[in-house]
């Protein structure tokens, strides 16, 4: 997870981003950082892995990362409900 400061508002915001391309939270942070706009702040605030079922509409928030710590999995479950409604999102402290 991620935390994105606008420069010239200061306004905040956390996203949560996850790609199969990516083996490490920093190479997704930096992917990140390269597609955001010019005046974006971002800063990884912790990690963790996401089990995403399509066919039982059921995600999972789970772990930590090795580099980052363990993100907070409550405001993650948030984003991810936001984006996927009608899904079962729960997480677990466990794992890695």
């Known amino acids: 997870m991620s935390s994105v400061t ?3 508002t200061k306004e905040q ?4 981003r996850g790609y199969y391309r990516c083996h490490f939270h ?9 597609s955001a706009p010019s ?3 971002l800063k ?3 990690g963790g ?3 995403h079922d399509d ?5 999972l928030v789970y ?6 710590g363990q993100a907070d999995h409550t405001i993650a479950v948030g984003i991810l409900q936001k984006k996927y409604p009608g899904y079962n999102i729960h997480f677990s402290n466990d794992g890695y």
């Open 13 to 16: 915001k956390y996203v949560v």
């Open 55 to 59: 066919a039982d509409k059921d995600i």
């Open 63 to 68: 772990g930590y990362s090795q580099g980052y």
């Open 49 to 51: 892995r996401i089990k």
């Open 26 to 34: 920093d190479d997704i942070l930096q992917e990140v950082k390269g």
């Open 44 to 46: 990884c605030v912790g």
């Open 6 to 8: 606008d420069s010239s």
């Open 39 to 41: 005046g974006l702040k």
